[in-house]
C-alpha cells in the first residue's frame, strides 16, 4: 500500500517538474503552481521519505537515477 501511495506520489513529482520546469521556460509565471506542487506532492513525499527503511530509500534512489538518466516515465 505504501509503496503504491509513493509511487503515484512520484510519478506526478516527475510529470509535475517536467510540466512546470517547461511553463517557466516560456516565460509563463509558475508560483502558485510551484506553490501547489510542493503542497500537494513534494512535502506529502518528504513525509512518507522520512519513514522509509533504507531498503526503501535505496530502491526509490535507483529508480531517481533511472528516470533522470533516461528521461523516463513512472508507469
Same mark, same amino acid.
Given at each position: 500500500?505504501?509503496?503504491?501511495?509513493?509511487?503515484?506520489?512520484? *510519478?506526478?513529482?516527475?510529470?509535475?517538474?517536467?510540466? =512546470?520546469?517547461? *511553463?517557466?521556460?516560456?516565460? =509563463?509565471?509558475?508560483?502558485?503552481?510551484?506553490? #501547489?506542487?510542493?503542497?500537494? +506532492? +513534494?512535502?506529502?513525499? #518528504?513525509?512518507?521519505?522520512?519513514?522509509?527503511?533504507?531498503?526503501? *530509500?535505496?530502491?526509490?534512489?535507483? +529508480?531517481? #537515477?533511472? +528516470?533522470? =538518466?533516461?528521461?523516463?516515465? =513512472?508507469?
Amino acid at each position: 500500500m505504501r509503496f503504491d501511495k509513493y509511487k503515484a506520489l512520484y *510519478k506526478r513529482f516527475i510529470d509535475g517538474t517536467r510540466w =512546470i520546469n517547461d *511553463k517557466m521556460s516560456k516565460g =509563463i509565471n509558475a508560483d502558485q503552481d510551484k506553490a #501547489d506542487f510542493n503542497r500537494l +506532492v +513534494v512535502e506529502p513525499m #518528504d513525509a512518507m521519505w522520512a519513514g522509509f527503511t533504507d531498503e526503501e *530509500k535505496d530502491y526509490w534512489l535507483k +529508480v531517481s #537515477d533511472a +528516470v533522470r =538518466i533516461f528521461n523516463g516515465r =513512472i508507469v
